[in-house]
């Protein structure tokens, strides 16, 4: 089955996540989607809690890394640590290095106030790689 991952960075509590995932199961694609949250200094400490809750709900990978688990991902990777700003959506980049590495087939990056279209959000998405 196609992976699709979505990778995000935010400084805002991530509620859109939640209309992922409700897109995701409605259009039955739950089982081939998970999401990869990256954290910054402004990031609201209860973003942890909320990725957990929507794990727990809607049965979805969905990690979120703050600094300290970023650095933990890339400690073998130690350059490329050192080129990624702090407070800046260039941070996406850790989540994208991380999606390759576990081989997925199919990145979405989406911003902390971007919202899903009408219809089969994950569904549009497949013309990647065609």
Known sequence: MTET???????NVPHFIEL???NAIEYNRKDSVSFIIIGDFKTPKEVRSL????????KMNIRYLDIDDQEDA???????????????GV????????????GCDRLIMVDDDNFPIQGDFFGSHNIVGT
């Open 91 to 102: 941070r996406k980049i850790i989540g994208t290095f991380l999606a390759y590495m576990e």
């Open 51 to 58: 990725c957990e809750g929507f794990t727990e709900k809607f």
């Open 74 to 88: 890339l400690k073998n990777y130690k350059e490329l640590w050192k080129l990624i700003p702090f407070n800046d």
């Open 5 to 11: 991952i979505v990778v995000s960075t935010t400084v």
């Open 20 to 22: 992922l995932c409700r």
